[in-house]
Structure formats: C-alpha cells, structure tokens
C-alpha cells in the first residue's frame, strides 16, 4: 500500500531554517569564491577550497534540516550514516570541481556552464544519495518528470550562483546572491520530495516508540555546522572583507590584489632595483 508521506510534520519551523542554512552556506561560499579573485595566484586553491565545503556544508545541512520534517505515518525511518556522510562528500566534491572551474577560466560562457552543470548535478547527486540512505519498511518511488525538473533546477542555481560569485561587486552584492541560492536549492529539495512516493511492505500497523527524524540526525550534522561557523570566522577577520575601492577596480580588470603585501626587495616587487633619490650635498658658499 501506498505510505501517507508528510514533509512537513513541524511546520514551517524545518522549511525556514534549512532556507537559513542553505543561504548562510552559499554567502560564504560565495565570499570565498569572491576572494580568490581577489588574492595572490599562491592562495587562491585555499579559498576556493573553503567556498566548496562551505557551499557543500551548507546544502547537505540544509537537507537534512528539512528532512527533519519528513515522516511516513505507518513506518518509522532510519537513516544509513555510510551513506548519509558519502552524500557529504559528493556534495562538497562536485561543488568544489565547479568551483575550481570558474576560479580559474573566469566567467566564461564554457566555464560557467561546464562549472554550473557539475555543480547542480553534485546538488542534485547529494539530494538523492541521502534520500537513498534512508531505510524503512518499503520502497522509495519517483516520478521521473519532477526528478527532472528538480535537477534542472539544480543545474540553473548553481550557474547562476557561480556567475554571482565572479562578479566581484562587493559584500552585499554576494549577499543578495546567497539568499536567491538558497531559495532556488531549497525550491529543489522540495520539488525532489514532491515526486516521492512510499510503497509499504508487510504490516500496516502504525509504529510506536522508536526516536524522531529529529533525534536521529541532530547528532550527525555538529561536525558542518562547527565547520560552517569556523568559515564564518574566517571570512569575518579576513582583511579582504571590507575591500576598497582599489580592490575592486583592479578584480573588475582582471588584475588581483597584492596580498599579502610584498616587502621591499623582493623580486616580484616593482619597486625592487630601483635606486633612491639623490640626497641633497650641502650648501655651496653664498657669495656677496
């Protein structure tokens, strides 16, 4: 028979904070992304890398957060941590692929689109190996046209973040693109869930006892939401977070940052073998 799903057993209390998570994720991923356009070629990697786990972070949290809400009336669920922690790493590997991509070709037709594909297919891929790490008394069936349009929707978001974040057009500019990303990931997971539907096997017996979806996955999601909050401070006492003037000129025409600064003398500098100016001889004698 056919389960009775509820994905939203409390509320609107799971859908507004897992939008909450999703967007904090994508403004630091965003910001990071935005930052390695701004620094020198030897740390750009690093950043790059911060924004993928964060972006990665934010959405797999995002999605569990609202798979809080997520019950089937006549059987209890159980999740499958080797799977629920794969679907992790696919999400911050295939986010950071993306990144990379269009960290280092720039905002090009060809990156942003090779770039937002495999980042909306790691979105996507993350949201359906996590619905396969749950385990309950029947199948899990979809409706392949909504499957479809929830990775399409995937693929749209993650071009549209990606393109965002290599405008480099300062603090709230990334802002405005984390709280779009976070709407367009979480208007996926729920038109995901929208094409599922349960098929029970065995007893139809309403459950008892057993823990919440809540108590189950609470526990598993301290180690990104710790990693979240470490990036967050990281972002925060970046020198590079209330960027001048000058910053953003020279990212708008191709040229990054100096930084850190260099001392003088160092090869790289423009001022190095430059001789000092002449200083002045004494006086020569007046004469009357």
Known sequence: MQGTVDGFSYGLVTPVAAYLMACLGGALGLRCTTRSLLVAHSWRPGWLALGSAAIGSGIWT?????????????APIHYDKAL???????????????????????????????????????VASMHYLGMAG?????????????????????????????????????????????????????????VGMAALSVHLHGSTAAPTGGDSPAELLAPMMVGPLA????????????????????????????QHAPYPVPRSGDRHDPRAGRRPPPRPGPKAPQSW
């Open 227 to 254: 990693f979240l909050l470490l990036a967050g401070v990281i972002v925060m006492f970046d020198p590079l977070m209330v960027m001048g003037k000058a910053d953003l000129q020279s990212a708008a025409q191709g």
């Open 134 to 190: 749950m385990r309950l008394r029947g199948t899990l069936e979809y409706n392949t046209f909504t499957v479809s349009a929830s990775v399409v929707i995937a693929v749209v978001a993650a071009s549209a973040a990606l393109w965002a974040a290599a405008q480099v057009r300062g603090f709230l500019w990334s802002l405005g693109a984390s709280l779009v990303m976070g709407l367009a990931v979480s208007g996926m997971h729920y």
């Open 62 to 74: 995002m999605h569990f957060i609202a798979m809080m809400g997520f019950t089937v009336e006549e």
């Open 84 to 122: 629920t922690f794969a679907s992790l790493a696919v999400a911050i590997v295939m986010v950071g692929i993306g990144i990379f991509i269009v960290g280092y070709r720039g905002a090009t037709g060809a990156a942003l689109f090779t770039g937002g594909t495999i980042t909306g297919l790691g």
